[in-house]
């Protein structure tokens, strides 16, 4: 089983940056891939970048350019840096494990872009 925290979320006037963590509990090693997905209210929960143990990056169209994902093995963490910030960014963002094929999520942490 696999606990997810994340932490980096806030309040940033468009143009700005931020960078979200999502810590694990295991080895990030033993979990094949991890993501970051964003909810913003009244709309579906989407993918926003992932990355494989093997170092596999994918992002969705809207991002690509803007943001990053990248991982600590060391430290068990995956990172998302995102860069020039817009309003329609904001939404809360969730990490996302898969361990032996079963999801992990995590609680999620809120970015609001202000205009």
């Known amino acids: 089983q696999v606990q997810l925290v994340e932490s980096g979320g806030g309040l940033v006037q468009a143009g700005g940056s931020l960078r979200l963590s999502c810590a694990a509990s295991?080895?990030?090693?033993?979990?094949?891939?991890m993501g970051w997905y964003r909810q913003a209210p009244g709309q579906q929960r989407e993918l926003v970048a992932d990355?494989?143990?093997?170092?596999?990056?994918r992002y969705a169209d809207s991002v690509k350019g803007r943001f990053t994902i990248s991982r600590d093995n060391a430290e068990n963490t995956v990172y998302l840096q995102m860069n020039s910030l817009k309003p329609e960014d904001t939404a809360v963002y969730y990490c996302?494990?898969?361990?032996?094929?079963?999801?992990?999520w995590g609680q999620g942490t809120q970015v609001t872009v202000s205009s």
């Open positions: 990355l494989t143990s093997g170092g596999i990056t």
């Open positions: 996302n494990g898969v361990y032996y094929g079963l999801p992990y």
């Open positions: 295991r080895s990030i090693f033993s979990i094949n891939r």
